[in-house]
């Protein structure tokens, strides 16, 4: 299935504010039902799930950025290949933005 380069475009930030969203939704939620109290291992269940959370958003970002920037099989025209290679970067930008947002749940105070 080809994807439109003006969709691979948006997708990552798309992606960022979806989890951004439902990440602080699930980390007001884990601290109201006292998620952040139940240890699970060295960390809390909470903590571990906004972990678990952080870790397949920057997942799943890396897999469109794979594949915004393979090469294709099929000849595309300069402006899409130029097209892809700015989606490539701007999915680099929003994993970076993921991991600078979220990586306060690994040492922050959750509640």
């Known amino acids: 299935m080809k994807v439109s380069p ?15 969203l439902l ?5 007001a939620t884990g601290c109201h039902l006292g998620w952040h109290r139940l240890d699970v ?5 909470l ?3 906004l972990a678990v959370m952080l870790a397949a958003t920057v997942g799943l970002i890396g897999g469109l950025h794979w594949y915004a920037t393979r090469e294709l099989t099929e000849p595309e025209t300069d402006e899409a290949r130029l097209l892809r290679t700015i989606a490539g970067m ?10 600078i947002t979220f990586f306060g749940v690994m040492w ?3 509640c």
Not at 41 to 45: D, H, L
């Open 6 to 20: 003006f969709v691979l475009l948006l997708t990552g930030f798309v992606i960022w504010s979806g989890a951004f």
């Open 41 to 45: 291992g060295p960390i809390s269940a």
């Open 23 to 27: 990440l602080y939704g699930v980390q």
């Open 90 to 99: 701007l999915q680099v930008a929003a994993m970076v933005a993921t991991v």
């Open 108 to 110: 922050l105070t959750l």
């Open 47 to 49: 903590r571990l799930l």
